[in-house]
């Protein structure tokens, strides 16, 4: 909301002597329903070399001139937009504003429209076609004045106490918070700007420009409050700083505004310290802070060497190789089976399933980056799957001994089905986990399985090396065979071993172990399987080598 200095004082200024004062600035008519009324706010420059001294402050002759005593308040100030700035190119500015000593933050958003031949009922009414109108909730209405310009701008400010940047001093939000908070308190008239959702839209995907530091004295001229701002911004070199320094004052009044002006820039031009031009201050800061846009990443991460494969029964193959480099960081490995892709990883390891008895595949692998880069393929791999025999499936199985802690790798699972993917972790056994990517699905059909052939059976307890995707914890069910899942909640910012609230009954024989999602991005290195409840410590003991069913 803008704030007036003072009411305006009685000055006898007849409409036609306004005009001749401004050179053609017009009075606005009484305001029609439709039409906002604007205050004034007259905004001159100063000679920063002549007003301020070396340490950014007003020097003692100005001071002295305005009564602005010695003491100013900071503030701190950043403006949101995109890297194409498309919210400037409609005339809209979203502003963030701190003073040191406050502990809320006030967020503007301002429309300014031209004010051509002083006809400031021209632009009130382009305004108002625009739907800011005297109706538009929130908003103000002011002509901005300067030495040879007048703006109309509309303006909607809110003061906001911002979770983790209140408090003294000036702290600026980082840019999730500035976005947060400008698409929470956007108003409508913003919003819905060139059509539904436009302007949340450029606010998701704004940048900021700043932050800048200014500071503001407070002193007075002709009955009315003066501000004398001295904002500090990066020179148009960027080698350095400079100040820009800027007097102004604000009335509701027309004829106050032009006396008081006119005497303004008086006083100014006598004392040599009016700088004869309009900065444009606003403009100046989206130019200089404008994002650096990155140097386009061209280069290929290297080609994926020593590919090697392995069947690991009738129906699954293990492959590996030796990890791509790449100037920034490769992201992704895809894998192709017969010169098709069957799946991506993250890390330099990959079981393919649902593969067909004494069948023969050829893999290859590419490296990617974040830019898209694509590594040439590397070099080809067959390998031929395990043939089926006797009664069993080909599939893997480990031999479960009740008499002692049985422990196996995660990714050394019998099958799996759904989202589970294998992961580099340089903290993990074997430097893999599986994990559930985020958006994963909660389903009893998205899991890891792996088949179990028990001696020694009885009431045993199912540890999971696990851990969440960030600080809180997760969790995943556990079930075997067709019984009832049991929750496992994961450790949360490290790993750690974690197990059901109760025991699991394996009688001696064939039992099938299922790992379920039951909340995306849970991570699980290895699985402990024991007639102890005592938990395991570390990466626990050595894993036990599957065996094949023939």
Not at 58 to 63: E, G, I, K, P
Not at 151 to 163: A, F, I, M, P, R
Request: net charge negative; proline share 3%; hydrophobic share 35%.
């Amino acid at each position: 909301m803008i704030q007036m200095r003072r009411t305006s004082k009685a000055i006898l200024v007849t409409a036609t002597a306004a005009i001749l004062l401004t050179g053609g600035m017009i009075s606005p008519k009484q305001a029609s329903a439709a039409n906002g009324t604007p205050s004034y706010e007259v905004k001159l420059n100063l000679a920063p070399s002549i007003v301020v001294d070396s340490s950014h402050n007003l020097v003692s002759s100005v001071r002295s001139e305005f009564s602005t005593g010695s003491s100013a308040k900071s503030y701190r100030v950043q403006y949101m937009d995109t890297a194409g700035r498309s919210m400037d190119g409609q005339g809209w500015s979203d502003r963030i504003r701190k003073r040191s000593d406050e502990s809320t933050h006030q967020l503007q958003f301002k429309k300014r429209y031209p004010v051509t031949g002083g006809d400031v009922n021209a632009a009130l009414t382009t305004a108002a076609s625009e739907g800011l109108d005297s109706s538009a909730s929130g908003f103000e209405f002011q002509v901005d004045w300067t030495l040879n310009k007048q703006t109309l701008s509309v303006q909607y400010e809110k003061d906001l106490t911002v979770s983790g940047y209140s408090g003294s001093g000036l702290n600026a939000p980082n840019l999730a918070t500035s976005r947060s908070i400008s698409v929470a308190n956007a108003p409508s008239k913003f919003a819905n700007w060139t059509s539904a959702g436009w302007g949340t839209t450029q606010l998701n995907n704004s940048v900021v420009y700043g932050p800048i530091d200014f500071k503001r004295y407070k002193g007075d001229f002709d009955d009315l409050e003066l501000d004398i701002e001295i904002w500090t911004i990066v020179n148009a070199a960027k080698t350095g700083t400079e100040d820009i320094v800027e007097a102004s004052f604000k009335t509701d009044s027309l004829s106050e505004a032009t006396s008081a002006r006119t005497n303004l820039i008086n006083l100014l031009r006598t004392k040599g310290w009016l700088v004869e031009s309009d900065v444009l201050k606003t403009s100046l800061i989206m130019e200089r802070y404008a994002p650096v846009a990155p140097t386009p990443d061209t280069t290929a991460p290297s080609v994926p060497t020593g590919l090697t494969g392995s069947a690991l029964s009738s129906n699954q193959v293990k492959l590996g190789w030796t990890a791509s480099t790449d100037n920034v960081g490769v992201t992704s490995y895809d894998v192709y089976r017969n010169g098709a892709l069957v799946g991506s990883v993250n890390s330099n390891s990959y079981a393919d399933t649902g593969l067909t008895a004494s069948t023969s595949y050829t893999y290859t692998v590419i490296a990617k980056d974040a830019a898209g880069n694509v590594s040439t393929a590397s070099t080809a791999v067959s390998v031929t799957t395990l043939a089926n025999g006797g009664p069993g499936t080909g599939a893997l199985y480990y031999n479960v001994n009740g008499s002692a802690v049985s422990y196996i790798e995660a990714e050394q699972f019998t099958a799996k089905n759904g989202t589970f993917i294998e992961a580099a972790c340089a903290a993990c056994s074997g430097a893999v986990n599986m994990e559930t990517p985020n958006g994963s699905s909660d389903s009893e059909t998205n899991y890891i399985k792996y088949d179990l052939e028990v001696t020694s059976g009885g009431s045993f307890y199912i540890f999971l090396l696990s851990q969440g995707p960030d600080s809180s914890s997760d969790s995943f069910n556990l079930a075997v065979d067709g019984g009832s899942s049991k929750q496992v909640t994961t450790g949360s910012s490290s790993w750690a071993w974690k197990k059901p609230s109760s025991s699991i009954s394996l009688s001696t024989g064939s039992h099938t172990l299922y790992i379920k999602v039951r909340e995306d991005g849970a991570k699980v290195d290895k699985i402990a399987i024991s007639k102890s409840s005592s938990t395991p410590s570390g990466l626990g003991g050595t894993a036990l080598a599957p065996s094949y069913h023939e």
